[in-house]
Every structure is written in structure tokens, then in C-alpha cells.
């Protein structure tokens, strides 16, 4: 089957925070939205399908996962990323950043550290704070135009900070690295070797181009196995994010048995019946549907890159791996941070994720979310290319 990725799907009234709150917030229905990490196309219809038949059942009560989920789940991985997970592995909370909140509250006390490499994900430090957690920064590298993992600036930091985990992101949200096994094992053999258990967000493991393929932490450092949780999700791969349903893969059997019982303390284990029908769906028949999206925004993320280095060639532009984020630089046009802001959203009349709010060395960049239609993607180049220009 072939998926129409170009036919518009109008979001607006749907309680979209992508659509309906940039227009309450901004004032303006014409602000172009690509900033908050879902996609504007229709789910598969195998996705869609089988939430339909599941509601023609008018009891939505308490729900679980029955062994089709499990078998669905395992499948993808093993063959999307040559990974054999255990059945027992699998744990479940309702998001991805709960089961962060729950994992660090399950391997670090109060008051410990918790690394994270900046520029990232923003939610980061304000989930180790509210933990009771000291944010501990190693910050990535900017080398030719990649982003690298400072290992020895890695282990410094934790022989000052003694910190109790370590927050790893890959693939790389916002900066679209995909580490290479060789660097996963690196840092696996650095954090094993001081004793800081990694918590491995791999939310957009599948979104991942060509000649960077996904390996998972505990994949590239099986020696980690005993003190590793990793945390995937449906959500980004078959834009499922308003179903709440996550898969937390912890192979070691007593560290899980202890994330569970955090989980159930703090009520972050609860199944949302939707997330789980949408999710068994998309696991046993999204794949053609997913193929076809990856290639649409591939195809986007070369579109966007040969636009900005042709027609701004002040605008330095970081080829992403993975994620469907572009992540690029507009400090050339020498605005702080909030004057940017306000020149986007006022005089391009695009929203796009501002670099600051991901920390340390984002400051002149932005995120800008490559899964839309290419005419609207278009469309936010162009006022981008304008208002430059005549700047």
C-alpha cells in the first residue's frame, strides 16, 4: 500500500499542542508549528483499524498486555535492530519520561548525580531536580560538524562527582547523533568501570537514516546488562504520543523487580488500553507504513539541508543521523537568545524549539521537526530565507 505523506491533515481544534497551543499562545493561526516531537501524518490504518474495533466494545476498563503484545514487541526489535530481547525483560510505564523519573529514583539516592550531555533534551535536568538529584554535565563535542562524546572529559567528571547514573540519550535528541557501537562500548566500559548505571533513552531508535544503524546500549555493552535500563516507545516511530504507552527493557531480574515496585509507588505503571491495541498493531503491521514514513522524511531532511546551504550559507546546518529534527545554527545573525525567539515567531512566523532551553552550547541553534508535509516545510524555509535576507 502507498501512504499519501503530502495530504494535509488539519490538526487545529483537536487539543494538538503542536497546532492549537502555538495559536493561543502566539495570537496568530499562521505561525507555522514544527517544533514538539510528533508527526502531522495519519497513523497506519492497521493502527487505526484496530483502536476502531476495539472500541465498538463499550467496556474501557483496567487492562494488561496479553502475550501477542510481547511477541509483537519482540519481534520488531530483532528485526529492526538485530535485538533479542527477553520476554521477561520488559517492563512497562505510561511514558517514557516517568520511566526516567522512576529509574533514577530506583538506582540513585538523594543528592546523587546524574550525567547528562548537553545540548539535550530539555526535560532532563528538570526530572533529576525534581528527583531531589544533582544535574552532572558532560557536554557533547562540536567537531567538524559532528558532535562527539568527550570520553576523558567523561571520566574526570565522574571521578570528581561520584555520580549515581548516568542519563545517555542515542539517538541524540536535539543534536540527531547516532553513536556507533564502538562509542557505546566505550562509555559502557567507563561507566562499568566506576560503577554509574546507565539509563538509556532510545525513544527514536528506529528513526534512524542509512548509514547510521541503531545499536542498542546493551547490545554494544553486554557487560552492562546487570545495571542497565533502556527505555523505548512506540510513540515517535508510529506516532502514538497521545497513547501514553512506553516498553522499559531492564535485563537483569533484581534491578527490574525494584524499578517495578517505584513504578507502582508513584502509579506510572498503569496501561492505557488504547496505547496498548495501537501499539500490538503497530508492531505486527506498521512496518510498510513505517518504511514509507522514514523515506518521506528522509527525503525532507535532504530537502531542508540543501536548502539552507544554498540559499543561507551563514546558517551552519548539523547533518542529523537520526530523529526527525534538524538541528542548525543562526548565531551569524547575532541575536541573544530571546531577541531570536521573538524574530522567528514575530518576523518569520515559524515555531521552532530554541537551542537555550537544550543547555549548554545550544544557545543561536534551533530545532526544527522534519515530520511534516514538505510543502509546509517549504513554506517555513521560505519566511525563514526571507526574513533573513532582508535583515
Not at 507555522?32 to 484496530?50: G, H, K, Q, S, Y
Not at 520476554?87 to 530506583?106: C, E, F, Q, Y
Not at 572529559?153 to 536535539?174: D, F, V, Y
Request: glycine content about 8%; proline content about 5%; overall charge negative.
Amino acid at each position: 500500500m502507498k501512504y499519501d505523506f503530502d495530504r494535509e491533515v488539519d490538526r487545529t481544534g483537536t487539543s494538538s499542542v503542536k497546532w492549537d497551543f502555538i495559536r493561543e499562545k502566539t495570537g496568530d493561526a499562521g505561525v507555522v508549528p514544527l517544533w514538539v516531537a510528533d508527526m502531522d501524518f495519519a497513523v497506519a490504518d492497521e493502527i487505526r483499524d484496530a483502536i476502531l474495533a476495539r472500541a465498538t466494545h463499550p467496556v474501557y476498563g483496567y487492562t494488561t498486555r496479553g502475550e501477542s503484545y510481547y511477541t509483537s514487541l519482540i519481534g520488531w526489535y530483532e528485526r529492526r535492530q538485530d535485538w533479542k530481547i527477553g520476554r521477561d525483560w520488559i517492563a512497562h510505564s505510561n511514558g517514557v519520561l516517568n520511566a526516567i523519573s522512576t529509574a533514577i529514583h530506583t538506582l540513585t539516592q538523594e543528592g546523587d548525580g546524574v550525567i547528562i550531555q548537553p545540548p539535550v533534551y530539555h526535560p532532563f535536568p528538570r526530572v533529576i531536580r525534581q528527583a531531589g538529584r544533582r544535574v552532572v554535565e558532560n557536554p557533547l563535542v562540536l567537531e567538524n560538524g559532528v558532535y562527539r562524546i568527550d570520553f576523558d572529559g567523561l571520566e574526570r567528571t565522574i571521578q570528581t562527582e561520584k555520580p549515581g547514573a548516568m542519563l545517555l540519550c542515542n539517538p541524540h535528541n536535539p543534536v540527531g547523533r547516532v553513536f556507533s557501537r564502538d562509542e557505546l562500548a566505550r562509555l559502557g566500559k567507563i561507566c562499568l568501570e566506576y560503577g554509574v548505571p546507565v539509563i538509556s533513552d532510545e525513544i527514536h531508535g528506529d528513526i534512524v537514516y542509512s548509514d547510521h544503524p541503531q545499536t542498542p546500549f546493551v547490545v554494544a555493552s553486554p557487560g552492562s546488562h546487570g545495571s542497565a535500563i533502556i527505555c523505548t516507545a512506540p510513540s515517535k516511530t508510529f506516532n502514538l504520543a497521545g497513547l501514553s504507552t512506553s516498553n522499559i527493557i531492564i535485563p537483569d531480574a533484581v534491578l527490574r523487580t525494584k524499578f517495578e515496585a517505584v513504578n507502582r509507588r508513584t502509579g506510572a505503571d498503569t496501561y492505557n488500553l488504547f496505547g496498548a491495541v495501537a501499539s500490538e498493531a503497530a508492531y505486527t503491521h506498521g512496518e510498510e507504513w513505517f518504511d514509507q514514513v522514514l523515506a518521506y522524511i528522509s527525503e525532507n531532511k535532504r530537502f531542508a539541508t540543501v536548502f539552507l546551504e544554498t540559499n543561507l550559507p551563514s546558517v551552519r546546518v548539523i547533518e542529523p543521523e537520526g530523529t526527525y529534527f534538524l538541528w542548525f545554527d543562526l548565531s551569524s545573525l547575532g541575536l541573544d537568545d530571546a531577541a531570536l525567539e521573538n524574530f522567528l515567531i514575530s518576523k518569520a512566523r515559524i515555531w521552532v524549539n530554541q537551542g537555550f532551553s537544550f543547555g549548554q552550547g545550544g544557545s543561536g541553534f534551533v530545532r526544527l521537526n522534519l515530520a511534516c508535509r514538505k510543502a509546509l516545510l517549504a513554506e517555513a524555509l521560505g519566511r525563514l530565507h526571507g526574513v533573513v535576507s532582508g535583515k
